[in-house]
């Protein structure tokens, strides 16, 4: 079964600084990979996505995304945090074909943005 | 981008009352929708795959007479959540897939919080 590891659950950053928030997954092929933000109130939007191809993504907000398979790992990276971008953040994987929309999600990330 | 609604946005019941929760897809046709839970702290959990014209398809560990599904059209899903008790309170997330580019996206609904007294 596939699964999803995000290792920090909690995340502090300057606004300004720089933000790499942390995805480890399990499967035995390459899974279909993404990123979501979930805000209060609001329903999960999609930050980015990996099928194929290259392995750096690139997303909405500034975000970007590099795929590791040797590390099984897919971390999302922002240059220059904003306080808008407090939010939570979900890594998720999904094997795809039949199954495609069965995402398995990681624990989540929240993060915090000081001025 | 795509809108998936849901309603109601909160609910609060008694327990061993039903509640009924629909998503709707706004602008796009979607025979298939899932149904997510989310406890507090926690990560959301895939529930069931509803799907238009026949039965939903439940994840193990999910109690189908339970939490009845039902994909009356292609543009919505119902969740009811049967007999409530307290320990079915959590935040309900819908999903839905469009066409997107070559590949299909998943659309979230904005959820529905259940607290069951």
């Known amino acids: 079964a596939q699964s999803v590891t995000q290792p920090d659950i909690h995340i502090t950053v300057s606004e300004g600084a720089s933000l790499e928030l942390r995805c480890n997954y399990s499967?035995?092929?390459?899974?279909?990979l993404f990123w979501y933000v979930q805000s209060p109130g609001q329903g999960l939007q999609l930050l980015l996505k990996?099928?194929?191809?290259?392995?750096l993504v690139q997303g909405i907000k500034g975000f970007e995304a590099e795929f590791k398979r040797s590390q099984s790992s897919f971390n999302l990276r922002k240059p220059s945090v904003h306080w808008s971008d407090a939010a939570e953040y979900f890594c998720?994987?999904?094997?795809?074909?039949?199954?495609?929309?069965?995402?398995?999600f990681g624990q989540g990330t929240i993060l915090t943005v000081h001025p | 981008g795509a809108v998936v609604s849901q309603h109601p946005s909160w609910v609060i019941c008694k327990s061993g009352t039903s509640v009924k929760i629909e998503c709707r897809s706004l602008?796009?046709?979607?025979?298939?929708m899932f149904w997510y839970r989310q406890f507090p702290k926690q990560s959301l959990m895939l529930m069931a795959t509803?799907?238009?014209?026949?039965?939903?398809?439940?994840e193990q560990g999910v109690e189908k007479d339970k939490f009845l599904i039902n994909h009356a059209s292609l543009t919505l899903s119902t969740l009811t959540v049967t007999s409530a008790h307290p320990e079915d309170s959590s935040f309900y997330i819908c999903?839905?897939?469009?066409?997107?580019?070559?590949?299909?996206?998943?659309?979230f609904g904005p959820g529905t919080r259940l607290t069951v007294l």
């Open positions: 602008d796009f046709q979607a025979t298939t």
């Open positions: 999903s839905a897939p469009k066409a997107s580019g070559g590949s299909r996206e998943q659309f």
């Open positions: 998720a994987v999904n094997a795809g074909g039949t199954s495609y929309g069965k995402l398995t």
């Open positions: 499967y035995g092929a390459t899974p279909y």
């Open positions: 990996y099928f194929s191809g290259d392995t």
């Open positions: 509803s799907n238009e014209g026949s039965k939903a398809t439940y």
